[in-house]
């Protein structure tokens, strides 16, 4: 049974306990001597955790844990470049009678795959044209079965049971209320790119029901998903008759979702839908990071370092959202009244270096 989450965990602590294997392999150390270098889960997060000094009889077994495997250890809570780490004395993989909960150890998007499914399907559903809602129902329809269960990546942002959809979903919600704002853009061909920007993750990479991955497919590892993509958009529209343009557009939004060729992208954005699509996407991916991490951090301080975010730290407020008052932060009338033009005026270097300002920005970021 479990007892303790990882989000609850504190320097020095010694502790007993079950974890999900996200990554787990013997390296080398400085020192010559082998080392158990592994990634361990539950539902709260991830930690780094090392065993060291692997002796020749450990060795079999401890290369025998795999990614989404259970294991027990012994270990206690150290910090290692900023960043909670585990030391392990101990750890065997799980035994039947052991009663372990699966679902306790694994991250899982906060709505379940079904209703994050109804939401995604019936947006498309509600498209105008015809071809793009064609080419959304079907490809949604068709890999239903995966979608349910699947990550949006191995690690980093939505790496998590149903986190596919659950970033899918959180997409088009921001898709939906910014064709209100920037009406040069097409509803449903930024829908539909949403739809199909990530699908092709369900190819790219593995996992099992547990929304665990163990790594890239052969096909991931080779062309990667906005390739692949490519292939499946290309096919689809030719199956349903789509015209090519459309179908041209949508390759474009896949192939240019990562905006810059080191991340994967041959060509940038050439029109609105293919610039916000990616726009949707980093917000999304960085929002999720950041929640993550904060999630695992006590009001007033600082989060461990994100590596996904430069390696920045973040601060959680230790004020609720909507308790604050203006008075308690000693802001004036006239700054809580500022005319929304005055919201950017503070650049994020005069936040870094001037308090006032800071708290200035604080109460509008809050309003
Ligand atoms: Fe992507
Ligand atoms: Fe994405």
């Known amino acids: 049974m479990k007892n303790i989450y990882i989000s609850d965990l504190q320097e020095g602590q010694e502790f007993i306990d079950f974890f999900i294997v996200r990554a787990s392999g013997i390296k080398i150390g400085a020192n010559g001597k082998k080392y158990l270098d592994i990634s361990l889960g539950d539902r709260t ?34 910090v290692y470049r900023d960043a909670k780490q585990l030391r392990v004395t101990r750890i065997r993989q799980v035994k039947p009678e052991d009663g372990v909960n699966a679902m306790d150890l694994v991250k899982s998007a906060p709505e379940s795959g079904e209703d994050m499914y109804e939401y995604i399907l019936s947006r498309a559903e509600k498209m105008h044209d015809e071809d793009l809602k064609a080419m959304s129902t079907t490809v949604l329809m068709r890999n239903k079965d995966r979608l349910l269960y699947y990550p949006a990546a191995m690690r980093n942002h939505h790496a998590e049971l149903s986190g596919l959809l659950w970033h899918m979903k959180r997409m088009i919600m921001h898709a939906e209320v ?67 343009e459309k179908s041209i557009m949508l390759q474009h939004m896949s192939i240019s979702h990562h905006y810059e060729a080191d991340f994967g992208s041959p060509k940038k954005p050439l029109f609105p839908e ?24 006590k009001p007033g301080e600082f989060s461990d370092r994100i590596w996904s975010m430069d390696n920045r730290t973040m601060y959680k407020a230790s004020f609720e959202p909507g308790t604050k008052k203006v008075t308690d932060l000693r802001v004036s009338a006239e700054t809580k009244l500022a005319p929304s033009t005055e919201r950017n005026e503070h650049s994020e270097e005069d936040v870094d270096h001037k308090e006032e300002s800071m708290e200035n920005q604080q109460v509008l970021w809050n309003l």
Do not use: C
Request: avoid cysteine; hydrophobic fraction near 40%; glycine fraction near 8%.
């Open 178 to 244: 910014l064709v209100d704002v920037y009406t040069i853009l097409n509803r449903d061909l930024l829908v539909a790119g949403v739809i199909f920007h990530d699908i092709e993750k369900l190819t790219e990479i593995n996992s099992n029901k547990l929304g665990v991955s163990d790594g890239y497919t052969f096909e991931g590892k080779l062309l990667g998903h906005l390739v692949q993509g490519v292939k499946v958009i290309d096919s689809l529209a030719k199956e349903l008759g789509v015209s090519e």
């Open 45 to 78: 997060g991830d930690l780094t955790a090392k065993k060291w000094d692997v002796s020749p009889s450990e060795e079999p077994a401890l290369e025998g844990i795999k990614p989404g495997d259970i294991v027990k250890i012994k270990a206690s809570v150290t």
């Open 274 to 297: 293919a610039e916000m699509l990616h726009y949707l996407d980093i917000m999304d991916a960085k929002m999720y990071d950041m929640e993550d991490a904060l999630s695992k951090t």
